[in-house]
């Protein structure tokens, strides 16, 4: 064990496990149910939870609910950490004073003078947010099997970000409210064929990263370096829910509430369980 300084005493964390040759490697973060559960089937459950919500609330009413507990519950513990802990605080120190004054500062001017590209902003740092968190996590399995390199890596983020982006550029509900949002903004107008030229190049550009990240996996499979077949499975979920959330949920409101509980369910789960 090796001491930190965390609050206001310092903390112990474990030192890094000794390279145990032979000794087969564990695949889950927790357990393989709560794994199950907390980070690769949520979806499974949070479908029919918000089908029987509908047949409750609104729409309205779900969203608004989601965004003020959920956002809480999520962005307290960064918040904890970031101020809370006087090593992190000390080595970003000036990042952690200034960021939020200049968003503070941007977001009001945005406010003032009436301007909407804020909400463009806003927008696209969710999807980003959305997908990096999905990122991580494979990262997390892989680091259970020792998958370190760098092209899995690369790989790994050209999944998350060509999914995602795929996802929203052919969802006719998100893509028509955000080319709503541009137009808004005093953006020059898009031919409609320029747009489908876009989907289909899109569209193109994920089946080509989905055939080299099988390709990779496969021979890294074959080869002895095994990524972690956990990761495989987080990734068909959260980027099949996303797909769902945007494509077949037919309000947007309840769609971005659903992939918003299955993040906030991810992150809270890992920061208040894994690291108690």
Not at 68 to 82: K, T
Not at 108 to 122: C, E, Q, R, S, T
Not at 146 to 166: E, K, P, S
């Amino acid at each position: 064990m090796h001491q930190v300084p965390a609050f206001s005493r310092l903390q112990t964390v474990p030192s890094a496990p000794p390279n145990t040759v032979g000794a087969k490697p564990k695949l889950w973060i927790l357990d393989s149910w709560r794994d199950l559960v907390l980070y690769v089937g949520t979806p499974l459950l949070l479908i029919p939870a918000f089908a029987l919500a509908q047949a409750r609330w609104s729409p309205q009413d779900i969203y608004l609910f989601v965004a003020a507990f959920g956002a809480m519950g999520h962005h307290l513990p960064g918040m904890i950490r970031a101020y809370g802990d006087r090593a992190l605080f000390e080595r970003f120190r000036w990042r952690f004073i200034f960021a939020p004054l200049f968003l503070l500062v941007t977001c009001v001017a945005f406010f003032w003078w009436d301007l909407k590209g804020i909400l463009l902003v806003v927008f696209f740092w969710g999807v980003w947010h959305g997908l990096m968190q999905t990122y991580g996590f494979c990262r997390i399995y892989d680091a259970k099997t020792g998958a370190f390199d760098t092209l899995t890596r690369r790989l790994d983020f050209a999944m998350c970000l060509i999914w995602f982006a795929t996802a929203v550029a052919l969802s006719p509900y998100r893509l028509s409210d955000t080319l709503d949002t541009y137009y808004l903004c005093g953006g020059p107008f898009i031919p409609p064929s320029v747009v489908q030229l876009g989907q289909n190049a899109i569209l193109g550009a994920a089946i080509f990263v989905s055939v080299l990240f099988s390709a990779h996996f496969v021979r890294t499979w074959i080869a002895g370096s095994r990524p972690n077949p956990v990761k495989l499975g987080l990734l068909v979920t959260s980027i099949a829910f996303w797909w769902y959330c945007n494509n077949l949920v037919s309000n947007i409101l309840v769609g971005i509430a659903l992939f918003e509980v299955f993040h906030d369910v991810q992150y809270l789960s890992l920061v208040w369980i894994y690291n108690r």
